[in-house]
């Protein structure tokens, strides 16, 4: 394990001036997974004296599945990667940070064909084996020729040790690198399976967006790959939110090397094989570490907040009503100013335009009970209520009671800081 | 035409101590309405120092109409009055700051119930002629004997020139009362429409919630006022949004007295009736005025912003992606920081989840093209542009280029003082 590096240092790489109180407290080191080879660079394409773009190459063979924005209005990259998606086979990623090449136009197009081309050139792969994401402003167009020439030399040097490298060159706004690793037996093969990821606002275009990329030795189809990752996207990276805005690149890649199939490992070809089990949890809860460091480093965010709704008429509808609570402005900065405010809960369920019933509703801030059948809970404590609201991890659980609908969804208070990062002049 | 009060006078009443920069510079005097008696009182239900209840009676044969919030939990008055709507007529309106009656299960229906029998004893009306409104804290019981036993006294002593009072009793965290009044001609009678609002978040269980009351001495029948009011809601009180958060408590009501009718006027009884014309269009005036008065109370506000969105798929759709723009806490964000951001705002059309092409938008900021056929505008002008942004008034305008639809919306920027202001410790 690393020990975080001092505030200092981050001014000085031009990232924000001040680490998440919610950061971890420490970082894993990250493993090398077979099959993958890492190199970044100082391209200079916004950020001056840190690395900026990263190029992950892959073995021959290695499927890939991926999703995407649900935005109308996507970036070149993602209409890209999602079009290149479709060969189920990748050799390369290319990450820049500084500049989401996002609206703009024919010349954004031309920048994503022109990076794989050149990556196609020097690596041999075909140009629709090459993924692309970009993150930071919006409309600005980006020259690929800023980064081209730097793919030969990061192509020779790249190794499998530097994921902790991988991390840190495609943050923006991030106040630290994100990363999650595990190890577990597929078939009775270890393998691995590693994962960076980067947002701090859904989307911000001076800065955030969330990308993340997680890779792993296991042998595994493009479909089957595809199907593990649908499973648990909607309970990990489409279950956070710091501020409701989508952004227009939001990326998420899992690559799987095969490596492990060398060592005697069975490739995977089907989402019902039994041996599936303990890998399919490690991704879970690899994809899960990662979007909770993405809310935990929340622009401005000095709390985490978990919400659970139970009882609703369906799981989408319990979805809808937490990531209304979760969304509304008014129950996020209450639970930045410690505040107990569940009337605020209620006016966020009667929004959702879903089934509840007011008279039905149940609402706990950790264990606490604070409102019961429709009223305030008779043994409500603003004591112990106020006590538990000045922790750092805040649990708000709504039974509606009306069904076996469950979801949980996580998001970070808002406060005075998020208006200040983003309410501040362009320059 | 009275002016402002001064800001001293303010926080002795108990109200937000700093007066929106969005404020009217003055405050109509607010004519009489015939058939219309006022009366306020300091009931003490939270605040003190200041008025906190409102009666208005209404003559014989008053018509009703009204449009209550969407909330799948609304507050008990809102029951009550959606209930009382179907007879059309009403004889008289309470209205009380400082507690919301919502979230109170069966003690809250009781207080209604209590508070129309009160009303109804001392004036003689039905307790189904009787509208209710409550605004303040929500979850907490609100006692009818705390302000039942004023309704006689008041009855005696209301007349019909309070209207400036009227708008003051129902404030919260209205930094400012909020008036409009036109004078139309109905059939060759002169007719006057009045109506108060009050508002600052879209809901605020300590404070907020929005509530408007409009009379008029017109002789309308039920049904068409509320046709006039449903026609007027989308564009005015439907068109403005604060944070996004809908209240419990939400209520508009419409009031006709009818007094006109005994100076000769004619009863209008069909929609299509062509002597409305003048009295539609004042009516939807006196909407749209109270509608932004409330947007430019909104919390923390320092700018309003005029979203339109044309050449959408259809009206509808259009609002969708209006409202997604003036939800945007990024958008909002970058408006209070005078950064014509129009990234953000592509952003926001593209998480609408309405169509959009990316590479047909233009966006202007005033009358300035930022952005056109997926790029930057070559004519851009950050100078322009940003003397732009230092305006009070910011009109945002999006072209898709799809359709015909077209929709306006209104709301104000996010600034620190709404987090401060909602995220201060509850007392």
Redesign the interface.
């Known amino acids: 394990m690393r020990s975080i590096e001092a505030r200092e240092n981050m001014v000085s790489t031009g990232m924000s001036d001040q680490i998440s109180p919610l950061a971890p407290k420490s970082y894993p080191d990250m493993p090398e997974i077979d099959g993958v080879r890492i190199a970044t660079a100082e391209a200079g394409i916004k950020y001056k004296g840190r690395t900026d773009l990263l190029l992950m190459l892959f073995d021959e063979a290695t499927s890939v599945a991926g999703v995407f924005?649900?935005?109308?209005?996507?970036s070149a990259p993602v209409d890209f990667c999602r079009q290149n998606l479709k060969s189920g086979t990748a050799r390369a990623l290319v990450v820049n940070s500084g500049n989401?090449n996002?609206?703009?136009?024919r010349?954004g197009i031309e920048t994503v064909e022109q990076t794989a081309k050149a990556v196609s050139d020097v690596t041999g792969c075909g140009t629709d084996e090459v993924f692309i994401a970009s993150t930071g402003?919006?409309?600005?167009p980006l020259d690929a020729s800023r980064f081209m020439h730097l793919f030969a030399d990061m192509t020779k040097t790249a190794t499998g040790t530097r994921w902790n490298d991988a991390g840190r060159a495609i943050m923006t706004t991030d106040t630290y690198p994100k990363y999650a690793t595990r190890t577990v037996s597929l078939g009775g093969h270890v393998v691995t399976i590693n994962g960076i990821s980067k947002g701090a606002?859904m989307?911000?275009?001076?800065m955030a967006t969330m990308l993340s990329f997680v890779a792993t030795d296991a042998a595994i189809s493009a479909d089957v790959l595809q199907a593990l990752l649908t499973r648990h996207v909607g309970g990990t990276f489409n279950a956070v939110t710091v501020?409701?805005?989508?952004?227009?690149s939001d990326t998420l890649i899992l690559f799987a090397t095969g490596a492990s199939a060398k060592r005697g490992a069975k490739t995977i070809t089907s989402i019902d094989d039994a041996d599936l089990a303990g890998f399919d949890a490690a991704l879970g809860e690899v994809m899960k570490s990662l979007a909770l460091q993405v809310v935990r480093d929340g622009e401005g965010a000095r709390k985490q907040i978990e919400v659970t709704v139970k009882g609703g008429q369906s799981d989408v509808s319990a979805k809808r009503i937490a990531l209304a609570i979760a969304?509304?402005?008014?129950v996020k900065?209450?639970v930045?100013?410690?505040?107990?405010?569940?009337?605020?809960v209620?006016?966020?369920?009667?929004?959702?335009?879903?089934?509840?019933?007011?008279?039905l509703?149940s609402i706990y801030f950790g264990d606490i009970r604070v409102?019961h059948?429709?009223?305030?809970d008779p043994a409500y404590s603003e004591e112990a209520t106020s006590a538990y609201m000045k922790g750092e991890d805040i649990a708000i659980t709504v039974e509606l009671g009306l069904g076996e609908g469950k979801a949980t969804v996580w998001t970070c208070d808002?406060?005075?800081e998020?208006?200040?990062i983003?309410?501040?002049?362009?320059s």
């Not at 924005?69 to 996507?74: A, E, F, Q």
């Open positions: 924005t649900t935005s109308k209005c996507p989401a996002a609206f703009t136009g010349r402003v919006i409309g600005e606002g989307i911000a275009p001076d501020d409701s805005d989508t952004s227009t969304n509304s402005p008014l900065t209450a930045a100013g410690e505040d107990a405010n569940w009337g605020r209620v006016m966020a369920v009667g929004k959702a335009g879903e089934p509840a019933e007011r008279d509703l409102a059948e429709g009223l305030r808002l406060t005075k998020y208006v200040a983003n309410g501040d002049y362009r």
